[in-house]
């Protein structure tokens, strides 16, 4: 069984800054690809930003040159330090996990999702 657990949200004065930080856990080998999403009151859920165990990375549009998605593999830890927060920014940011290889040939997990963590922006 995988697990992921944010932690790092909050509230903060648009201009301002966060890091967010999720941890995977469980019997992991490793992990193609993680992710952070967002989903706004009254919106769709929509991606972030993601980055390949090699280190490859995307961004959505309204965050290029503000957010930066970082991993330490070893860890199996995904980062997201974003700055110079909008209150658009605001919203609940869930990290996702995708092609999971566990140890020991346990097994293979795709598309896991942890439970969210809100960050709020003030004006």
């Known amino acids: 069984q995988v697990q992921l657990v944010e932690s790092g949200g909050g509230l903060v004065q648009a201009g301002g800054s966060l890091r967010l930080s999720c941890a995977a856990s469980?019997?992991?080998?490793?992990?193609?690809?993680m992710a952070w999403y967002r989903q706004a009151p009254g919106k769709q859920r929509e991606l972030v930003a993601n980055i390949t165990s090699a280190g490859s990375t995307n961004y959505a549009d309204s965050v290029k040159g503000r957010f930066t998605i970082s991993r330490d593999n070893a860890k199996n830890t995904v980062y997201l330090q974003m700055n110079s927060l909008k209150p658009e920014d605001t919203a609940v940011y869930y990290c996702?996990?995708?092609?999971?290889?566990?140890?020991w040939g346990l097994g293979r997990y795709f598309d896991v999702w942890g439970q969210g963590t809100l960050v709020t922006v003030s004006s």
């Open positions: 996702n996990a995708d092609d999971i290889v566990a140890a």
């Open positions: 469980g019997s992991i080998f490793s992990i193609n690809v």
